[in-house]
């Protein structure tokens, strides 16, 4: 589903309501959302995963919604147990899942993944932002939002090339671990 120009979302009162829905500014000046930021494991990962979260996080702060990474490094163990779970598909049997390194997931500090309550256009609102973000940093992602409908994970947000990356490094990171495949 292609998203909306930001220019057209206050012409669209569908995209203006999910805005007014996910914006808590008051929350942002609290403790709770300054600990959030400071969540997720970031040892071992792609600086330029680490860098879209953070501008990522800043943008979404400048229109008054707090967001924050949910996940971006997750050891092999803990990708086993979302694995086993069922909420990752990526088993880390091969040496290769892209929360090893290359993607992060973002989601929103008072109200999660925004399914309860759901508010409809907040994920296609959040991947258009953070692609603007990928765009400006000259980065290619892929959004978990435009997945099968079998695999949508709208939270997800992983370097297009992470495969290749965690074979081979780049002139940003190098892997520390042998991948099996």
Request: with cysteine.
């Amino acid at each position: 589903m292609p998203t909306p120009e930001p220019d057209r979302w206050s012409a669209d009162s569908r995209y203006q309501s999910a805005l007014n829905a996910m914006r808590n500014p008051g929350f942002l000046k609290t403790p709770k959302y300054q600990e959030q930021q400071k969540r997720a494991l970031t040892e071992g990962a792609h600086p330029h995963i680490v860098e879209l979260a953070r501008k990522s996080v800043k943008r979404f702060h400048g229109m008054g919604i707090p967001i924050f990474p949910h996940c971006i490094v997750r050891t092999e163990e803990q990708q086993q147990a979302a694995f086993d779970s069922k909420v990752s598909w990526d088993s880390p049997a091969d040496g290769l899942w892209p929360h090893r390194f290359g993607a992060v997931d973002l989601i929103h500090g008072t109200m999660g993944w925004m399914d309860k309550p759901y508010i409809a256009q907040a994920w296609p609102i959040i991947g258009h932002v953070v692609k603007e973000v990928a765009l400006s940093m000259s980065i290619k992602i892929v959004w978990g939002g435009d997945f099968s409908p079998a695999k949508y994970d709208p939270a997800h947000f992983e370097l297009a090339n992470w495969k290749q990356i965690a074979r081979t490094g780049d002139k940003y990171w190098t892997p520390k671990y042998q991948a099996l495949a």
